[in-house]
Nanobody
Framework: QAHLVESGGGLVQAGGSLRLSCKAP???????????MGWYRQAPGKQRELIAS???????QYAESVKGRFTISGDSSRKTVALQMSSLNPEDTAVYYC????????WGQGTQVTVQG
């Protein structure tokens, strides 16, 4: 069983929205609750970057590039982290991953987001 499973990506027109989901099936609930969970993305030819994180299901931080457009949320009962993305633009095209920021887990396969301008 994978540590992290991302889903929800797809092809969307500029200005559109997508909701990504990340499940952490192997993480016990107490560990999930204390984790800083983050969403990362890797665009073609670029390094993977952290774009949003959530601590304790409440405290959130965002990269400047997505602030005001993306919203991260967590559900400890389901051990999932979601990323609601709106006002998407072609620069958001990337493979999106989630991981634990304070103690990296084996990376999942990610989910591809493609934004057509």
């Amino acid at each position: 069983q994978a540590h992290l499973v991302e889903s929800g990506g797809g092809l969307v027109q500029a200005g559109g929205s997508l909701r990504l989901s990340c499940k952490a099936p192997r993480m016990i609930t107490s560990t999930f609750n204390s984790a800083i969970m983050g969403w990362y993305r890797q665009a073609p030819g670029k390094q993977r970057e952290l774009i949003a994180s959530i601590t304790g299901g409440r405290v959130t931080q965002y990269a400047e590039s997505v602030k005001g457009r993306f919203t991260i949320s967590g559900d400890s009962s389901r051990k999932t982290v979601a990323l609601q993305m709106s006002s998407l633009n072609p620069e958001d095209t990337a493979v999106y991953y989630c991981n634990r920021v304070n103690g990296e887990l084996p990376w999942g396969q990610g989910t591809q987001v493609t934004v057509q301008g």
